[in-house]
């Protein structure tokens, strides 16, 4: 059973960045795809940005496209959120998923484990 804790988050005014981290618990890290998503309240959980195992391969919402970056330290077993030029619309808890496919990455039913989450809140 992989466990995920996510870190970094706080809040943080617009325009302002933020970096979340994730440490999978597995020492196969280096194997699984990895992805954030992010839930708003009174909203479902959205996809945010994914990292094939080989870290070739990355993925983002249109939402966040040129203002995240989504990377995979294998050496440190970490996944980083680096999120600049945040808006008030990127508020949310953030989650971090990891999945032992790597195919259909931008999907949540991909997803094999999950973190409990990290707030992210953006003022105006």
């Known amino acids: 059973q992989v466990q995920l804790v996510e870190s970094g988050g706080g809040l943080v005014q617009a325009g302002g960045s933020l970096r979340l981290s994730c440490a999978p618990s597995?020492?196969?890290?280096?194997?699984?795809?990895m992805a954030w998503f992010r839930q708003a309240p009174g909203k479902e959980r959205e996809f945010v940005a994914a990292?094939?195992?080989?870290?070739?391969?990355?993925y983002y919402a249109d939402s966040v496209k040129g203002r995240f970056t989504i990377s995979k330290d294998n050496d440190k077993n970490t996944v980083y959120l680096q999120m600049n030029s945040l808006k008030p619309e990127d508020t949310g808890k953030y989650y971090c998923?990891?999945?032992?496919?790597?195919?259909?990455?931008?999907?949540?039913?991909?997803?094999?484990?999950w973190g409990q989450g990290t707030q992210v809140t953006v003022s105006s």
């Open positions: 597995e020492r196969t890290f280096s194997t699984y795809a």
């Open positions: 998923a990891a999945s032992s496919k790597n195919y259909g990455l931008v999907r949540e039913g991909t997803y094999d484990y």
């Open positions: 990292i094939s195992p080989n870290r070739l391969n990355s």
